[in-house]
């Protein structure tokens, strides 16, 4: 019996780790991707739409694409240009003038609702750009949580950093949105970026994926110009790509129950909100702690090797 596929919304900032994420979800044969929907953070809204509807015609997936919200929702923008590159996409430029594919002429909580409503089934939305969408379409439906399975987001940690709270970027870009949606209610699955430092490619991989094909080497460009900080020169974190690996391989990922909420720490010269995690209080999330690297690499390449040559 042919095994039932996942429906699933991908909210998206679209930079080097969200790209290997939307090249591994779109390849699945376990997951239908119904929408990405485009978020600022990793760059201005502008540019990460552009590169997701580029990503879209480069690995040939005809999948609907709408634009999100601009800004944070009280906040000014704090974009990772530094980490992602200029252009959102490490060291890979693309002419943006031939972009073909176009958006869904509504905003992204209309077009979200709509297709929650429409699944028969609950359906997974996979977060791996700030909340702001999310927030947004949980007040303006708010009986999109009904519809929700779960939200499956990368960002936080479990730990402390230099003595004090740590500033994930995708909360931090708007941990006001990220508070109304872990306060809905709505079943969460929470990828801290610990799981990127374990799920990085190291130097041999990118080697290896310029070999393997040409999409592979347009992603070796993307790792050129793409600094994680907490892996230096070890290689390249993708983090975002747990999220999908989570949804198809759960046996794969150690996974402990936590209460999770947004704090804020506030000082005279800074103001940042970050996920506070507490494993003894009754939980509201799964909060995945490691992954088997192994079977993690296994599947990005065997993913890569779909394309091929």
Same mark, same amino acid.
């Given at each position: 019996?042919?095994?039932?596929?996942?429906?699933?919304?991908?909210?998206?900032?679209?930079?080097?780790?969200?790209?290997?994420?939307?090249?591994?979800?779109?390849?699945?044969?376990? *997951?239908?991707? #119904?929408?990405?929907?485009?978020?600022? /953070?990793? $760059?201005?809204?502008?540019?990460?739409?552009? @590169? %997701? =509807?580029?990503?879209?015609?480069?690995?040939?997936?005809?999948?609907?694409?709408?634009?999100?919200?601009?800004?944070?929702?009280?906040?000014?923008?704090?974009?990772? *240009?530094?980490? #992602?590159?200029?252009?959102?996409?490490? /060291?890979? $430029?693309?002419?943006?003038?031939?972009?073909? @594919? %176009? =958006?869904?002429?509504?905003?992204?909580?209309?077009?979200?609702?709509?297709?929650?409503?429409?699944?028969?089934?609950?359906?997974?939305?996979?977060?791996?750009?700030?909340?702001?969408?999310?927030?947004?379409?949980?007040?303006?439906?708010?009986?999109?949580?009904?519809?929700?399975?779960?939200?499956?987001?990368?960002?936080?940690?479990?730990?402390?950093?230099?003595?004090?709270?740590?500033?994930?970027?995708?909360?931090?870009?708007?941990?006001?949105?990220?508070?109304?949606?872990?306060?809905?209610?709505?079943?969460?699955?929470?990828?801290?970026?610990?799981?990127?430092?374990?799920?990085?490619?190291?130097?041999?991989?990118?080697?290896?994926?310029?070999?393997?094909?040409?999409?592979?080497?347009?992603?070796?460009?993307?790792?050129?110009?793409?600094?994680?900080?907490?892996?230096?020169?070890?290689?390249?974190?993708?983090?975002?790509?747990?999220?999908?690996?989570?949804?198809?391989?759960?046996?794969?990922?150690?996974?402990?129950?936590?209460?999770?909420?947004?704090?804020?720490?506030?000082?005279?010269?800074?103001?940042?909100?970050?996920?506070?995690?507490?494993?003894?209080?009754?939980?509201?999330?799964?909060?995945?702690?490691?992954?088997?690297?192994?079977?993690?690499?296994?599947?990005?390449?065997?993913?890569?090797?779909?394309?091929?040559?």
């Amino acid at each position: 019996m042919k095994k039932k596929k996942q429906n699933l919304i991908i909210d998206c900032d679209v930079g080097v780790d969200d790209a290997i994420a939307l090249m591994y979800a779109l390849q699945s044969e376990d *997951l239908n991707v #119904q929408l990405l929907s485009t978020e600022a /953070g990793n $760059n201005p809204i502008e540019n990460i739409t552009q @590169n %997701t =509807l580029h990503l879209t015609e480069l690995l040939k997936k005809n999948v609907p694409v709408v634009q999100g919200v601009k800004e944070p929702i009280k906040r000014q923008p704090s974009y990772a *240009l530094t980490a #992602q590159g200029k252009g959102g996409l490490g /060291g890979y $430029n693309y002419n943006r003038k031939k972009i073909k @594919n %176009t =958006l869904i002429n509504e905003t992204s909580s209309n077009a979200i609702y709509k297709i929650l409503k429409a699944n028969k089934e609950k359906t997974t939305i996979v977060a791996i750009g700030p909340m702001t969408n999310l927030a947004v379409l949980l007040k303006e439906h708010p009986d999109a949580k009904e519809y929700i399975k779960e939200i499956v987001f990368e960002s936080g940690t479990k730990e402390k950093i230099y003595g004090k709270p740590y500033k994930s970027f995708n909360v931090g870009f708007d941990p006001e949105a990220a508070e109304i949606v872990f306060k809905s209610g709505v079943p969460l699955v929470m990828v801290p970026m610990e799981l990127g430092h374990i799920a990085y490619l190291d130097k041999n991989d990118i080697k290896q994926f310029k070999k393997t094909n040409k999409i592979g080497k347009i992603f070796a460009k993307m790792f050129k110009k793409y600094h994680d900080y907490h892996v230096g020169n070890l290689g390249a974190a993708v983090h975002d790509a747990c999220t999908i690996f989570y949804l198809l391989h759960p046996e794969f990922v150690k996974t402990e129950q936590a209460h999770i909420d947004i704090k804020y720490y506030r000082t005279e010269t800074e103001d940042f909100g970050y996920v506070d995690i507490d494993f003894k209080k009754k939980a509201n999330a799964t909060v995945c702690i490691d992954l088997v690297i192994d079977m993690f690499k296994y599947e990005i390449f065997e993913c890569l090797k779909k394309f091929g040559k």
